[in-house]
């Protein structure tokens, strides 16, 4: 078992619907990120948390520390949205992330 | 200001050839990372570096890779041979720190080996 999971693996949705992509984590941990990868194109930090929720634009992120969870959703999607959402954490004492596989997320005009 | 520099953004190659990828992290960014990500997964991390001193190289299969990151500022990461399952985009990220820092990442170098 991974230590990070993401559902879902890919995700189509309509232009405006609401989002939510689901991270789950088995390790203590310092901080979580969130991340947006176009195809051909780098990776772009969205967000990072240690607790709460954080919020930019349509974009929403929160984290449950006890329950080891957390959520990335978009409001009222674009199809510039789609992307793939990769979640990471970095755990206790340790200096490098750990990775989730990623959320292909599609939105359909 | 110019974000994590990479190149080249594309290699084709045939086995067992070298191949080499250069990074230039974000200007005063002392901690950078390399990372390996295969298709439909995360990336994985390869070697990270502490200015000049590489701090954690475990993931980094030492019979043909290597790096180097000479005077603490740009670095190259090789490969020599090159195999076919070294297909992939290699991603260089930096950070100011090695702490709760956001990392940076470049544009990766997708590598083809046929």
């Known amino acids: 078992k991974n230590e990070v999971e993401q559902s879902p693996q890919n995700l189509t949705a309509q232009e405006g619907e609401f989002i939510t992509i689901n991270c789950s984590y088995s390790?203590?941990?310092?901080?979580l990120h969130w991340l947006q990868q176009h195809p051909g194109g780098g990776i772009v930090s969205l967000f990072m948390?240690?607790?709460g929720k954080k919020k930019h634009g349509r974009l929403i992120a929160t984290i449950n520390i006890q329950e080891k969870h957390s959520s990335l959703h978009i409001t009222a999607s674009h199809p510039r949205d789609s992307a793939v959402y990769i979640c990471a954490v970095r755990s206790g004492g340790a200096q490098k992330l750990v990775f989730g596989q990623g959320t292909r997320l599609t939105i359909n005009p | 200001e110019a974000g994590v520099v990479q190149s080249p953004r594309y290699k084709i190659i045939e086995k067992k050839q070298p191949v080499a990828f250069w990074c230039n992290p974000i200007?005063?960014?002392?901690?950078l990372y390399w990372y390996r990500q295969n298709l439909g997964q995360g990336p994985e991390l390869l070697i990270r570096y502490e200015n000049e001193e590489a701090v954690d190289d475990s993931q980094l299969p030492k019979d043909r890779f290597s790096a180097e990151r000479l005077k603490g500022v740009d670095s190259t990461l090789k490969i020599q041979p090159a195999e076919l399952g070294d297909s992939a985009v290699y991603l260089c990220?930096?950070?100011?720190?090695?702490?709760?820092?956001?990392?940076?990442f470049g544009p990766g170098t997708r590598l083809l080996v046929l």
């Open positions: 990220a930096s950070s100011l720190a090695p702490g709760q820092e956001t990392q940076y």
């Open positions: 390790v203590g941990i310092s901080a």
């Open positions: 200007s005063g960014h002392n901690t």
């Open positions: 948390l240690s607790s």
